[in-house]
T-cell receptor, first 113, second 111 residues
């Protein structure tokens, strides 16, 4: 069974540009989460999808971040326009309905210069 | 709100030494507790978990016991190996399905 995959693994962009991160969850997992780790600090929750609906987006830092989950399958996280403080590692995770155990992808390292 | 506090790293040990990484938490209700590990160049992997007080999670020689009275979930291993070098994250899930993580503790094991 394939795990959670994320693309790209690393992205370097200039301040003001747009970047789109993609996450493919484990097949059959209704729950999809985005987290990020900035500057070696704690990993922080961004948002949670149940199928195609946003269940909780309380961790989204501001309206420069837009997350979508098309048809309840893969998800994208767009940052527009990117700022220096957006640099960090963005993790995606998924879980089965009703399960507390989340499976993480390898992360996307975003560097904004 | 919910929070997790981990000991600062890095923790540097020689092979076969005993490992303890401290983790304490603040939460309302009865959270589930987790340890995740990130090996160099890889993503987060679930190492072990405990879902109620006095539960002991274990995997790959690592253990952690859910202590409600001290709100702790310390990670231990009796004899570390070089291959255990990684960053370890303590986390809780407080019923709203989102994980709350500590800052991570880097473990460096030398031969």
């Amino acid at each position: 069974e394939a795990g959670v995959t994320q693309f790209p693994s690393h992205s370097v962009i200039e301040k003001g540009q747009t970047v789109t991160l993609r996450c493919d969850p484990i097949s059959g997992h209704d729950n999809l989460y985005w987290y990020r780790r900035v500057m070696g600090k704690e990993i922080k929750f961004l948002l949670h999808f149940v199928k195609e609906s946003k269940q909780d987006e309380s961790g989204m830092p501001n309206n420069r971040f837009l997350a979508e989950r098309t048809g309840g399958t893969y998800s994208t996280l767009k940052v527009q326009p990117a700022e220096l403080e957006d640099s960090g590692v963005y993790f995606c995770a998924s879980s089965l309905a009703g399960a507390r155990e989340q499976y993480f992808g390898p992360g996307t390292r975003l560097t904004v210069t | 709100g919910n929070s997790v506090t981990q000991m600062e790293g890095p923790v540097t040990l020689s092979e076969e030494a005993f490992l303890t990484i401290n983790c304490t938490y603040t939460a309302t209700g009865y959270p589930s507790l987790f340890w995740y590990v990130q090996y160099p160049g890889e993503g987060l992997q679930l190492l072990l978990k405990a879902t109620k007080a006095d539960d002991k999670g274990s995997n790959k020689g690592f253990e952690a016991t859910y202590r409600k009275e001290t709100t702790s979930f310390h990670l231990e291993k009796g004899s570390v190996q070089v291959s255990d070098s990684a960053v370890y994250f303590c986390a809780l899930e407080g019923g709203f399905q989102k994980l709350v993580f500590g800052t991570g503790t880097r473990l460096l094991v030398s031969p």
